[in-house]
């Protein structure tokens, strides 16, 4: 089964596919261009370059957040344009376990994915890697960062952060005497051939859904949101 993966949740951008839990290619682009900018040129280039046409890739996967707005809505909605045409189904994964997969080979660690959800909070979701697969610990959440230290204080494990918001996770958590470690930077980042990863746990799991019911995940209201509220409850 070929995937045709998308991750544009942070400020990475990237592309993959993948056939049978093999990488055939993925292109990965950080320029701070808009994802608008670069998403689908960057999937019509890495097909055209791999020989495969766009109505052979048989599920087409996305990172459907939580990550940036704006960013995960770009993905979201190229995922659905590339699959509603040719009734294709779509594999919505959660953009945290898409980036723990790549590290599924540290046997025993808990790995700790980071994002950088602004306001002292992560959004945040930690895994196990076991026999080259993960175990969720927890849901996805937008955590604070002192509610994570306190939370992974606790955990004897060996512990890894990965993601856009890993530095910061880091950082902070070292200062509160959590002892974990960075992944490593080649892996740190979000990509694409995690999500593609992640939706073969999907396809095996029966997850697919139609391109008409792909909807992002926010797990939080934006900051437009919040504000609006706040000016309608100060009424």
């Not at 230290?149 to 990965?162: H, S, T």
């Amino acid at each position: 089964m070929k995937i045709l993966a998308l991750e544009s949740s942070a400020a990475a951008c990237s592309a993959a596919l993948c056939e049978d839990g093999t990488l055939i290619a993925q292109s990965w682009q950080c320029s701070g261009l808009t994802h608008s900018r670069t998403l689908l040129p960057m999937v019509t280039d890495m097909l055209k370059n791999c020989g495969v046409p766009l109505s052979q890739a048989e599920v087409i996967a996305v990172a459907a957040g939580p990550g940036s707005f704006t960013g995960v809505r770009i993905g979201v909605s190229a995922a659905k344009g590339l699959a509603w045409a040719g009734d294709r189904p779509c594999a919505p994964c959660s953009t945290l376990e898409s980036m723990a997969w790549p590290l599924a080979h540290l046997e025993d660690r808990v790995i700790v994915c980071a994002m950088d959800a602004r306001r002292s909070q992560v959004y945040n979701a930690l895994f196990l890697a076991r026999g080259g697969a993960l175990e969720r610990l927890c849901p996805d959440r937008a955590v604070s960062l002192e509610e994570l230290g306190e939370e992974l204080k606790k955990i004897e494990k060996a512990k890894i952060v990965v993601g856009d918001g890993a530095n910061l996770c880091y950082n902070t958590l070292q200062q509160q005497g959590v002892s974990l470690t960075l992944a490593p930077e080649h892996l740190r980042m979000q990509s694409a051939w995690g999500v593609a990863r992640a939706a073969a746990e999907l396809v095996r799991r029966g997850g697919l859904v139609p391109a008409q019911e792909l909807t992002p995940v926010y797990l939080r209201l934006s900051q437009a949101e919040r504000e609006r509220l706040e000016r309608e409850n100060a009424k």
